[in-house]
Every structure is written in C-alpha cells, then in structure tokens.
C-alpha cells in the first residue's frame, strides 16, 4: 500500500479541467496533486548544486519511460557529452533515449553580451532550433537549463520580462510542459526576480547545513489553480536520483488489520490478548540495559521463524556486535540473513544527513518488503537538533512503515511517562516500559503495557529476565512488603515454602494425633458396645428364666392337685 499525502482539500480543489503531467518523481507527484500542470511552464529556482538540472532530467526520462510522452532538453550551461556522463551514474541513459527517439539534447553556447553591444535582443532563433527539435520526436515535455544564461547580460528588466514572457507564450502555443530553472537570487526567488511571475507553478529548492548536518528542501511556492503542499518537503540527490521523501500522511488513512502476530515471547503475547495487531507501532522505552534490543530480537526471530521478511535498523551498534550479544541469548539470527529473510543496516543519522538516512530506509522498504521492521536505538535522531525536527523526523519514519503496513518496533531511551518518550508515544499504537529496580544491591527489570489501542491488555507488571534461551517473564512477589523482584522475589518465595512446609508438617502431626484419637475412641467404643451387648444378653436370658421358671411351678401345682383328687379351682365368679 503506498503513502498517499492528498488530502480531500487537494483533491477537491484541484479543477477538473487542470490535466497535469505526472513527474516520474512519487513524492513530488504527491505534494502538487499529480505533477505539474500539462502544457503550462513551470519555474524550478534554487542555488548551485541544488538539484534543479537532475530535477528537470528526471522529469524528461519518466516522461519518455513511462508515460510515451518524448523531451527535449535544451542546456545553457553544459554540454551534451557532459550531461550524459553526469546522470549516467544515476541510471539514466540519454543516449539510448535518443537512439530511440524520445529525446532530443540541445545545447548552447551563449554570450548575452553580443546582443547588448548591438543592442538587439531576439529569440527567434532558438525559437526556430527548439520548434524543430520538438517536431523531430514529437516532444511533449521541454527542460530549458538555466535560463539566466539567456538573460544574466541584461539590466533592463523590461526587456527580461518581455522576452521571458514571450518565451512562457511561445511554449504554451506549442503545448507542451515546459521546465525552465533558475538560480536563486540575494532577495528574490531567481536572480532577476522576474521569472517567478511568468511562469504558471514554482518550485524552490534549498541546501542548507545546519549543525553540520546537511538537509535539502522543496516547496511549492506557487500553483495556479490548484491547491498544493505548501509546507517544506525534505527530499535528497541519491543514487536512484531524484528522491522527495515520504512526509506524514495528511489524511491518516491506514489500513487496520485484524491479524495479531507472535512477539516471540508467550507470556507477553498473553498479555496483549494474542499478539500485536499487524500494522501496528510498538514502542519500547527505558533505559540503558533494559533489554529493549533484545525484545526487538525476539520480534524478529519470531517473524523469520514463520517465513516472513524483516528489517533491521541500527542507530547505535554494528550488525557483528548485535548479532553476537543476541547469541548469548541462544538467538542465531545469521541463519535469517543466510536464509536471505533477515536484512540489517547500520548508520547514524548524524554521519548521512537525516533525509538520507530517511531515503536509505524507504529504499530498504522498496527493495525488501519486509512485513517486520525494528527501529532500534531511535533517539539518535535527536543528536545535534532540535527536538520538533527529531520528532517529526520519527513521525515520517514510523508513518513510512505504517503506510506499507509494516508491523514495527522501535526502541527509545526514556523513563516512561513525563519523559520525551510522551511524545513519540502518541505515534505509537502499543507501548511497553521496560524499567530497572534496585534492591538489596542488585538490579532487576520490569516490563509494564502503558497502553494497547484497540485491545484488552495486562494491568500486571512481570519481571523481565533474560537468559540463555531467551527472555523470559516471570510474576513478581506483590504483597505487604511490596513488588519484589529478583533475589529478593526467590527469598520470599523461599520464605513462604519454608512457612508451607511447617504448615504442612503441623497439619500432618495433627491429622496423626487426630486419627490416634479416633482408633482410640473407636477401640473403646468396640469395648462399651461389647459389654451393652453382654448385658442385653443377659437381661433376655433373666426373662427367660423367669418366664420358664413360671411355668414350672403351675405344672407343679396341677400335677400335685391331681395326685390329691383336690376338686378343680374354680372358674372366676362360679359356685359350686
């Protein structure tokens, strides 16, 4: 997905009826709405060495490669042979072009004295050799460089402004998009000051050095009509040309995965409710020797691991160095770069230049197309400028790789909140602080969520350890002595087994005199059961005598009554 920088404002402002010639050069293509307005001229001003000549070729050579639109390419300064050797470095090969048709170079060797000594001043004659030029190739795109050439010898601006406009008309009539560049003046846009009138778009170029840091600038001064960016654009000479860097999105129109991706490390993943959402910006701040790097490690181990691309970006330490001190935490990252799924690059912005540095980057996106990026060691950029350049320095890199949906890391060295970490946590979508403590004369790490947008995450601060297979996240001891940690964690984890184990040894030597008591009750209680049954027992064997004994002694009496004839006893209530 490419960054876009048209807002809704530029595209609704642009008319309908403005056709514009695409410039081959996508940052530029960005901030004027789609190139520069087709059949018109536009004035491209700046000091030497500002690139306004490679602007121009560039702007013929995607003209002719990409867009069937041929050039003519008219120089007042240099030759032909020397232009061609100039840009060939770059990749542009004038002479093929011409071989084949789309280009024509023209160059002129002019003394503007000769027609002030005669006191005649006509451009018919370049007219005439530029109107056979364009009809040989059917030119629709013309670069004259550099027009002050034309025009240096002369103080009467009335004759400048004349002939330059007539020059703009001439070039209208035939209907192509013209470039003509001119140096810059001491109070004025160009040297003369005039050309910035005639012409229909103006685009400046500045070099400048500050803090010994070289940067360069472009902004669109002027565009009739239609609206364009009219901020300060950072834009570099590199070896693919051109290069108008990548600006924050105006229009904020990311693409939002649902996908979530494995950090690595499972507890943290947990802790995020499943991962960080591809696409998305985490930033890890604390301070030195907190483990930042090696999080950025695991990150992209993980992100190999699954077979995906990944970008590593060093501010502060080589690639031999990184890759050893993550060895020692059982991470082999070579295999990544042998397998061809792993690329790192070290520089320090201050050594190229941050728009540089800036493109370098973009170039590595283009050439990569890595799914993971770590930016590690982020508060270089701040080294030698002011903070709002730093900031939105971070700002372009972090809105590059978002735009491309890139899931990125960067590290930075910060505290945590009240630091300057607070600004570059607002460009981020997940921040983690990874913090020191000390106590009892050892440091420990800690690693808190300050924030996930747009998911669920952990409240609870995990100690942050890292060892020979890597980082691990361990619970801390929170009670009435507070968050422990480290040594001081293992002791009162010690402290409470040992106050387990005497618990458990008090509860076993009870549980034993408990059940001693109860073989003991349920012996005595066999006993008391025994003698109850015994002396049941007995009282039914005591009826049972008494009721036999009954018995006995009436078969006794009867037996007797009979043996002395005795009359039987009478029934109750009888009477003889």
Avoid at 177 to 196: C, P, Q, S, Y
Avoid at 447 to 468: C, D, I, P, Y
């Amino acid at each position: 997905m490419k960054n876009t920088v048209l807002t809704s404002l530029t595209e609704s402002a642009v008319g309908p009826d403005l056709e514009k010639a695409p410039t081959g050069i996508h940052g530029l293509d960005q901030i004027t709405g789609g190139g520069l307005p087709r059949g018109r001229v536009t004035l491209v001003a700046g000091s030497a060495g500002a690139g306004k000549t490679l602007l121009g070729l560039e702007f013929l050579v995607a003209g002719a490669r990409q867009y069937g639109e041929p050039g003519v390419l008219v120089s007042f300064e240099e030759s032909e042979d020397k232009v061609t050797l100039n840009v060939r470095s770059l990749g542009f090969d004038l002479d093929q072009l011409r071989r084949d048709g789309l280009l024509v170079m023209l160059s002129f060797r002019l003394d503007p004295s000769d027609f002030v000594a005669t006191g005649e001043f006509d451009l018919q004659p370049l007219f005439a050799i530029l109107d056979d030029a364009i009809e040989r190739v059917g030119a629709k795109r013309v670069v004259l460089d550099t027009i002050e050439v034309l025009f240096g010898a002369f103080g009467d601006d009335s004759i400048v402004r004349s002939e330059l406009s007539r020059l703009a008309r001439w070039l209208d009539d035939r209907g192509v998009t013209a470039i003509v560049t001119g140096e810059r003046g001491d109070r004025n846009l160009t040297r003369n000051g005039i050309e910035e009138y005639v012409t229909d778009c103006v685009i400046v170029l500045d070099h400048r050095v500050t803090e010994e840091i070289s940067t360069r600038r472009l902004r669109v001064v002027k565009y009739r009509g239609s609206a364009h960016g009219t901020n300060e654009y950072p834009f570099l000479i590199s070896a693919r040309g051109f290069v108008v860097l990548p600006i924050t999105s105006i229009a904020l129109n990311y693409a939002a995965s649902e996908e979530r991706i494995s950090t690595g490390i499972a507890r943290l993943d947990h802790m995020l409710s499943g991962g960080l959402f591809r696409g998305s910006t985490l930033l890890v701040s604390g301070t030195a020797g907190t483990g930042k790097t090696s999080l950025g490690a695991h990150i992209l181990n993980a992100a190999c691991a699954r077979g995906e691309r990944g970008l590593l970006v060093l501010f502060e330490e080589s690639p031999a160095q990184f890759l050893r001190n993550m060895r020692s935490l059982g991470l082999d990252l070579q295999q990544w770069i042998d397998a061809g799924l792993l690329r790192i690059w070290a520089a320090r912005p201050s050594e190229l230049g941050l728009e540089t540095h800036l493109a370098v980057l973009a170039r590595l996106i283009e050439d990569e197309t890595p799914s993971v990026a770590v930016l590690d060691g982020i508060a270089a950029i701040g080294q030698g400028i002011l903070a709002a350049e730093a900031t939105s320095m971070v700002a372009r890199k972090i809105d590059l790789l978002k735009s491309r949906e890139i899931t990125t890391l960067v590290t930075a060295l910060g505290q945590g909140e009240g630091t300057s970490t607070e600004t570059l946590s607002s460009l981020a979508d997940t921040w983690l602080l990874l913090r020191n403590v000390e106590t009892d004369g050892e440091r420990n790490r800690l690693l808190f969520v300050l924030k996930s947008r747009g998911t669920a995450h952990s409240n609870q601060v995990r100690e942050f350890v890292l060892t020979s297979h890597g980082v691990e996240l361990v619970d801390v001891y929170v009670g009435a002595a507070g968050v422990l940690a480290g040594s001081a964690r293992l002791a009162q984890q010690a402290t409470e087994r040992d106050a387990e184990v005497r618990q458990a040894s008090d509860l076993d030597r009870r549980l034993r005199e408990l059940r001693r008591n109860v073989v003991e009750r349920e012996a005595h209680l066999v006993v008391v059961q025994d003698e109850l049954d015994a002396e049941r027992a007995e009282i039914d064997r005591i009826d049972l005598r008494e009721g036999h004994q009954a018995a006995d002694t009436e078969a006794d009496r009867s037996a007797m009554a009979t043996r002395r004839w005795a009359d039987a006893a009478p029934s109750n209530g009888g009477q003889r």
